[in-house]
C-alpha cells in the first residue's frame, strides 16, 4: 500500500515540474521585448598578437615570465571578467581590465619551474563580454634538472675497469 502511494506521488511530482518547465512562452515574450544589447551597443572582440608561445629550454627552479599584448577590435567597451591559471605555478598580471575600441592592454604570464620537468604547457583562460567569451593563452617550457649528485644506479654501471 504505502509503495502504491508513493509511485503515485512521484508520478503526480514529475508531472507537474515536467509541465511547469515546459511552460517557457511568457518568458520568450518578455525576452523578445527586450532589444538585443549587441545591436544597440555593439560588439567587443578581443584579439591577441600570439595566443601560444614556446619559450624554449630552461634550468629546473628558474622563472620565466612572458607578455601576451591584445586589443579589443570590437566597436563596444571589452571587459576582462576574470583570468584563470590552469596551474598554481603560473601567475598572472592583467595591465588593463575595461579597453575601449581600439585599446591595446598586456597579460604577463610568470611560471615558477621549481617541481616541475620536462615539457610544459601552461595555460590562462581568459573570461571577457567580447563575442567570443572564453579565450585561452598558452606558453610551453623544457624544464632540464640539473645534475645534482650522482645515482646509485651509476654506480652499477661505472666505466671503470673492474679489479679481479
Known amino acids: 500500500m504505502i509503495n502504491r502511494v508513493f509511485s503515485v506521488f512521484l508520478i503526480f511530482s514529475f508531472t507537474f515540474v515536467l509541465l511547469l518547465s515546459c511552460d517557457n512562452t511568457a518568458k520568450r515574450e518578455i525576452v523578445d521585448t527586450i532589444p538585443n544589447s549587441a545591436d544597440s ?33 570590437g566597436n563596444a567597451a571589452l571587459i576582462v571578467n576574470d583570468l584563470v591559471a590552469d596551474c598554481g605555478c603560473t601567475k598572472v598580471i592583467l595591465s588593463k581590465e575595461i579597453l575601449k575600441p581600439g585599446e591595446t592592454a598586456t597579460i604577463e604570464l610568470v611560471f615558477d ?52
Open 41 to 73: 551597443a555593439g560588439v567587443a572582440k578581443i584579439e591577441f598578437i600570439d595566443d601560444f608561445v614556446d619559450l624554449g629550454t630552461i634550468d629546473h627552479g628558474e622563472v620565466i615570465s612572458y607578455t601576451f599584448t591584445f586589443s579589443n577590435k
Open 113 to 164: 619551474s621549481r617541481g616541475w620537468h620536462g615539457s610544459q604547457f601552461k595555460s590562462v583562460s581568459v573570461k571577457t563580454n567580447a563575442q567570443t567569451p572564453s579565450r585561452t593563452i598558452t606558453i610551453k617550457v623544457n624544464v632540464c634538472l640539473l645534475y645534482t649528485s650522482p645515482s646509485p644506479r651509476d654506480r652499477t654501471r661505472s666505466r671503470m675497469p673492474s679489479s679481479a
